[in-house]
């Protein structure tokens, strides 16, 4: 009985290990890199319970961010698909808790909360997030499933670097939920499925 129980105990354990051990998003060393100091910023911040530092880590994960730029062959899992072929929205994690988000569908993303991030930009819509390779892509994975992606953070093609920091910082509780989990807008150029675990 005590062997038996040792024994299933270790297989759990072992199953958990795998789903938590991060070795999909720590196999490209740029990817690794931003996880890292996103960390790096956000625990100490979130730590003091301070409101002020709290805001300051959230601007400094912005600058962070559009300080990537491009990004090749990064390992995500794909959490989230949603609309359809012309209007589709995807949220692949990149970390623990870290996601991007790329979306096709302008006329939602430029409703709410996100109308004022467009508010003194041109009213001509930018390019899709989604490049088509990417749409296609996606039509053959499932949710939960490691992906390779290429693209850009913090920028939908040639639209340049957006200002999220309008996004967040409205108020102490949308600080803290963005550290939490940080999900950043992004052009999804490449999409294809990773062997990666």
Not at 24 to 46: G, R
Not at 127 to 148: C, I
């Amino acid at each position: 009985m005590e062997s038996r129980r040792g024994f299933l105990l270790g297989t759990a354990g072992l199953a958990l290990g795998g789903c938590f051990d991060g070795s999909c998003y720590e196999s490209n060393p740029q990817q690794k890199k931003f996880v890292s100091d996103l960390a790096t910023i956000a625990k100490p911040a979130m730590a003091s319970n301070n409101p002020l530092a709290i805001e300051d880590a959230v601007k400094q994960s912005l600058t962070l961010s559009g300080s990537v730029g491009n990004f090749t062959d990064w390992c995500g899992t794909l959490k989230v698909i949603d609309g359809n072929a012309q209007n589709v929205a995807v949220t692949i994690e990149v970390g623990p808790q870290v996601s991007l988000y790329a979306f096709n569908d302008w006329a939602l993303a430029t409703a709410g909360a996100f109308a004022d991030l467009f508010a003194t930009r041109s009213r001509e819509a930018p390019p899709p997030g989604l490049s088509d390779q990417a749409v296609e892509a996606l039509k053959t994975f499932r949710l939960g499933q490691h992906v390779q992606l290429s693209g850009w953070i913090g920028a939908i093609a040639g639209s340049g670097l957006f200002d999220l920091s309008r996004l967040f910082g409205k108020s102490d509780t949308s600080n803290r939920a963005f550290l939490q989990s940080p999900r950043f807008v992004a052009r999804i150029e490449a999409l294809s499925a990773s062997s990666k675990r």
